[in-house]
């Protein structure tokens, strides 16, 4: 009997699905404690990002022979740890000791390797990263520059990895062009060739060439490949990821890279021209989600279905680039980031019949900024542009999508207040602080009937630069110190449905409002996905000060 009570405790645990549950149940009994450990070890990777805690993880793991099962239930590592200059060496052998007693370690996370493994001048460490062999996912994803550790891991491993993401800044580039090529990338990963699934690349830039080869990596269904130096061929694309079907992101162009294409409509045109001939013999089969912006995603010229697409850097002069690639792939879900500072006529025949006739996700994100430095900036609309304005607009483009079930509607406003040059609309501004969320619903709910859930967020900060004041500020030799500061940040988030929870067929009278709860599970179940770039702008990617988030004396 007693056997029986702890495999049904076992089963309950194992049913529970996140962690401050299972932790709840670790305090039911001293039985329940010991069960819940092992579904804890299993559940997330094990953040070891202090000196204090490889000890103690260290002796919780392999320090009482009577819990030497411990390191076989051990799933997922995140590494990133500068000890105490005098320990380095110690700290370093009790990782490597993890590392050897983790039979079973399926995930491994290096935040910021290059100056991890240069403090601890430990070879031994990334040689016994290597040597795991059990592993399915690595992700090393520094910012800053190549790290040799990273690649040699990455080369010498003997796990058969399903998931790769690298930041490029940690791999070997072109000398030449100073940018990642395909063959390279084929000779890092070609021995993981048959069993990687999911390629991700970030933090660098990849150039193509028309008939560049690399791999081929006939497993891979997703591919996540960073900013692009140049033109987007897909016959390289498609040689190097024969079997994808999931996930292409190719990203945006560069920004300094990329700017002579970006300037260059025929060449672009070109590119296009000459990928949608090559599809007409060698394609992809589908594809389930892709991303990137206006630019790339005009000269990739798909033709296979695509189920979403995530565009980024809308605005009214690639309009209709944006209206092409999406005629030519109709998806029944989109994702647009439209830059608002170039002009408004961007919504007039935003979305082609071809798609409003699929179409049932939208998410839209409005961004407003006064300093928007990309080509194209409309002057007399970031001075001018009016709240009331951009949302018939919206409304407007709305009003032919007669199967749109689920909306997104993201506004953020940034205003940076200090050049005079630099004026910016106080209507608008001060429209978006206080915007009525309900109201707004209302009126997106009533020019899409169709809709069942609606979403708002509106988002904003003040920047500008502050001259502290100094004593011997009279003296000619005296520089100021220039501080660009942030005030007035917020973000609000609101969820309405005339669908009944509880009796989804019954529609309600009226527009209800839905917990945070509520709207983080059907966001997330509904993939009303915004990019990563998205979530920088509006700033939930970080913690704010109650400084920051103050009023600016410059708030009209």
């Known amino acids: 009997m007693h056997n029986l009570n702890l495999d049904i405790l076992e089963n309950v645990c194992s049913s529970l699905a996140d962690i401050p549950t299972v932790l709840a149940f670790s305090l039911v009994s001293h039985a329940c404690h ?17 000196e204090a805690t490889v000890r103690s993880f260290h002796h919780f793991l392999l320090g009482d022979p009577k819990t030497k099962d411990r390191p076989r239930l051990l799933r997922g590592l995140i590494i990133d740890v500068l000890p105490d200059y005098d320990t380095r060496a110690e700290v370093a052998q009790l990782l490597i000791d993890i590392l050897e007693h983790a039979a079973h370690l399926e995930y491994l996370e290096l935040p910021s390797p290059k100056y991890m493994f240069e403090y601890f001048e430990c070879p031994a460490l990334p040689e016994a990263m290597s040597r795991v062999s059990t592993l399915r996912e690595f992700v090393s994803a520094d910012r800053q520059s190549w790290c040799s550790d990273v690649e040699a891991i990455v080369k010498r491993t003997r796990s058969p990895l399903k998931v790769v993401r690298l930041g490029l800044y940690d791999l070997t580039f072109s000398e030449e062009t100073g940018c990642l090529r395909p063959a390279m990338l084929g000779r890092l990963l070609e021995h993981l060739a048959p069993t990687l699934e999911v390629l991700e690349l970030t933090e660098g830039n990849v150039l193509y060439s028309q008939g560049d080869r690399g791999g081929p990596f006939p497993a891979v269904r997703s ?14 694309l498609v040689n190097m990821f024969p079997s994808l079907d999931g996930i292409l992101d190719i990203g945006p162009l560069h920004g300094h890279d990329g700017a002579p294409l970006r300037a260059d409509a ?23 989600r892709v991303v990137g912006d206006t630019h790339t995603l005009y000269m990739l010229g798909l033709t296979c279905p695509v189920r979403h697409f995530m565009v980024d850097r809308v605005c009214s002069h690639r309009k209709q680039a944006l209206v092409d690639f999406l005629r030519d792939a109709p998806p029944c879900r989109l994702k647009l980031t439209i830059l608002l500072s170039q002009g408004l006529d961007v919504f007039d025949g935003l979305v082609p019949e071809e798609v409003a006739s699929k179409l049932t996700h939208l998410v839209v994100m409005l961004a407003y900024d006064n300093c928007e430095t990309s080509s194209g900036a409309d002057a007399a609309t970031v001075q001018i542009i009016k709240w009331e304005d951009v949302l018939s607009k919206v409304k407007s483009s709305l009003r032919h999508c007669h199967h749109l079930t689920y909306l997104l509607l993201i506004v953020r406003c940034g205003i940076y207040v200090n050049e005079p040059d630099l004026d910016y609309s106080r209507d608008f501004a001060t429209s978006i602080r206080s915007l009525d969320h309900e109201a707004t619903a209302r009126e997106l709910k009533d020019a899409a009937p169709s809709l069942r859930y609606v979403f708002v967020t509106s988002n904003g900060c003040f920047s500008g630069v502050r001259i502290p004041k100094e004593e011997n500020s009279e003296r000619a030799d005296w520089e100021p110190a220039y501080d660009l500061v942030t005030r007035g940040w917020f973000i609000t988030r609101t969820g309405w449905t005339d669908v009944d929870i509880d009796r989804p067929e019954v529609p309600l009278q009226h527009l209800r409002r839905l917990n945070d709860e509520v709207i983080e599970g ?11 770039e998205d979530e920088f702008w509006l700033g939930i990617d970080r913690e704010w000060s109650e400084e920051e988030t103050a009023d600016w004396p410059y708030l009209p």
């Open 522 to 532: 059907v966001v997330r179940s509904q993939d009303l996905l915004i990019n990563p």
């Open 266 to 288: 025929p060449e672009q045109a070109r590119v296009r021209a000459l990928n949608r001939a090559y599809q007409e013999q060698h394609s992809w089969g589908k594809l389930d």
């Open 34 to 50: 010991a069960i819940s450990i092992k579904s804890l070890l299993s559940m997330e990777p094990i953040p070891l990002t202090k």
């Open 223 to 236: 591919a996540l490949l960073g900013l692009q130096s140049g033109p987007v061929w897909t016959d390289v």
